[in-house]
């Protein structure tokens, strides 16, 4: 079987400040990670993947991810937030032909 | 251009009835899936169809059904079973690993 959980379901941070948001995954396959972006009343857009090889990810808008199979962890970080990445961010687990979603993460920034 | 179209963004059903929603793609994808969102439980999957003429259950399929007649169409339709429709409901498309999700359905039950 296979799982995902995100640590925090409300995470606030000032703008400028690090960004973190925690995932973490159960699976008796290897893992194909993902993180998804999704903005009010609107679909879901890839932020970033991990399938094979490299263990850092970079993603689009400067998001990156590191999967740590030891952790079975794969956060979700930002140097320096911005305004506009006020969303909510899920972590997906891709494995036996489905895609599973955790519960997400809602991102506020502060001014 | 390519991509995942849901139609209508915005649906309303009176308690009882069936309604459809559309989800029509044009990127090629031989998988196709339908999730519903409900606030504080991520997305949680219905059906899904990994090739024309096939599909299986999800998580929570009861109360809905699907039909995959064409690789480009998979249409949700919420039954008068199910007896908590209201929910966004959004379809994706999958080339193998990893997935596109279409703008979403929003169904409100009056």
């Known amino acids: 079987a296979q799982s995902v959980t995100q640590l925090g379901s409300h995470v606030s941070v000032s703008e400028g400040a690090l960004v973190l948001l925690r995932c973490n995954y159960s699976?008796?396959?290897?893992?194909?990670l993902f993180w998804y972006v999704q903005y009010p009343n609107q679909g879901l857009q890839l932020l970033l993947k991990?399938?094979?090889?490299?263990?850092l990810v970079k993603g689009i808008n400067g998001f990156e991810a590191e999967f740590k199979k030891s952790e079975t962890s794969f956060h979700l970080t930002k140097p320096s937030a911005h305004m506009s990445d006020a969303a909510e961010y899920f972590c997906?687990?891709?494995?036996?032909?489905?895609?599973?979603f955790g519960t997400g993460t809602r991102l506020t920034i502060i001014p | 251009d390519g991509g995942i179209t849901q139609s209508p963004k915005y649906l309303f059903r009176k308690e009882g009835q069936n309604v459809t929603l559309s989800c029509e793609q044009n990127?090629?994808?031989?998988?196709m899936y339908w999730y519903r969102q409900d606030p504080g439980q991520g997305l949680r999957l219905i059906y899904y169809?990994?090739?024309?003429?096939?599909?299986q259950k999800g998580d929570i399929a009861e109360g809905y059904s699907v039909s995959r007649e064409k690789k480009e169409s998979f249409p949700l339709t919420v039954t008068s079973a199910q007896k908590n429709p209201t929910a966004f409901y959004l379809c994706?498309?999958?080339?193998?690993?990893?997935?596109?999700f279409g703008q979403g359905t929003r169904l409100t039950v009056v």
């Open positions: 991990y399938t094979t090889g490299a263990t």
């Open positions: 997906a687990h891709f494995g036996n032909e489905k895609l599973t």
């Open positions: 699976s008796s396959v290897p893992p194909y």
């Open positions: 990127l090629n994808h031989d998988a």
């Open positions: 994706a498309s999958s080339y193998g690993v990893g997935a596109f």
């Open positions: 169809s990994q090739i024309v003429n096939d599909f």
